[in-house]
DNA sequence: TACGATTCGGACTATCGGTCCGCTTGACGA
DNA sequence: TCGTCAAGCGGACCGATAGTCCGAATCGTA
């Protein structure tokens, strides 16, 4: 428990290191196309430091996506409706599904990269369960829907990274469209 | 278009390596702990035969996966109501995507492996086109749905490998309660 | 400035997918 | 039955990659 005042230079590597990561996996079409010896090269840092601060593969991804989710998971916990808290389940789900598929559109590799991520299914990511128990919640304040948890994880799953890669690129849909079909499909569900 | 005949010890070999590929891959937990070098060891092939034969990793483990599949095609291509054609799309839906459950809760390891298979999303594979076409048809016949396509790629979402694996292995629940609350998920998106 | 703890970094290892090429074997005509 | 030869075989080999290790360098502190 007790704090240890971090060296100046750990701090700096730490940032080098995610703000490099980022750049990588948002550049490279395959995220297996990004090795771990790139990242180092690109963060000007050796590739101990790399393992030593993020354990492994999964866990530098899981921290790069964790820095960028920070703003979507601030606007669902404390922001104003319809995402915040305090909406009717109704009108939220929607708004919570539409909020995480533009996450998705902005950051389409890295959370490629995620779900990739080797060790583990994408299921076992902290934020999954975030997410799912979000939309659990709202869901289960709409009468209609009678299993709020099973109707959660498939909700998630039509915005998983790599279905949106697939309408993006393969049928050329824009995330416009994808967002006007997933509103309706959500609709659907909720009855 | 000459046609040469397949040499004996060829043929043998196939088979060899797709029944050595299926154990392996039903036995591991996760599916990037089954080597090539395991494959071709436990089939009693040279490394050199299973590529020149499979092509690559992906290709070989398509190959499992198709063997695997030819029954619930065929059920569903010719087979009887339910799920064979000529069945109402309202009816013939939840028979799709029930046995769609059913199967990949009988080879969940191997379905694991096919989504995983590194070189291009799942969305690549032929099989996906396959389900996706099948149920989007029997969608397009409902006429309280009105995005046929887009619905067909969620609903297929929400019995993705990993997923089922989750709610079987973490969440503990039954393969018959998955398909029943499947069953009714299904039937609230057809209104 | 001096010192000890912390962190660095890149050489090193283990493993894996995939290639290559000399050797073997099966099919078939005579 | 035997000879021929292309199809097929198999395992040594290669390049790349995730992850380890430890002597060297650096930071915070007195």
Redesign the pocket.
């Known amino acids: 428990m007790t704090e240890?005042?971090?060296?100046?230079?750990?701090a700096r590597?730490r940032e080098a290191v995610l703000a490099a990561a980022d750049e990588l996996f948002a550049r490279s079409d395959s995220p297996r196309g990004v090795?771990?010896?790139q990242v180092a090269a690109a963060a000007?840092?050796?590739?101990?430091?790399l393992?030593?601060?993020f354990g492994?593969?999964?866990g530098l991804i899981r921290a790069v996506f964790t820095a960028r989710t920070e703003t979507v998971r601030a606007a669902v916990e404390t922001g104003p409706p319809p995402l915040g808290p305090g909406t009717p389940g109704r009108d939220r789900v929607p708004a919570l599904l539409d909020a995480l598929l533009a996450f998705k559109l902005d950051n389409r590799h890295l959370s490629v990269a995620l779900e990739d991520a080797?060790?583990g299914s994408p299921y076992a990511a902290a934020h999954y369960g975030w997410w799912h128990g979000v939309v659990r919640d709202a869901l289960a304040e709409v009468d209609t829907v009678s299993d709020a948890a099973f109707a959660a994880h498939a909700l998630i799953a039509a915005v998983r990274a790599d279905l949106i890669e697939h309408l993006v690129v393969v049928e050329g849909m824009s995330g416009e469209e994808i967002r006007g079909r997933l509103g309706e499909y959500v609709g659907k569900v909720l009855g």
Do not use: I, P, Q
């Open positions: 240890r005042k971090a060296r100046a230079d750990a590597n090795s771990m010896d000007g840092v050796g590739k101990g430091t393992f030593r601060r492994d593969r999964t080797g060790s």
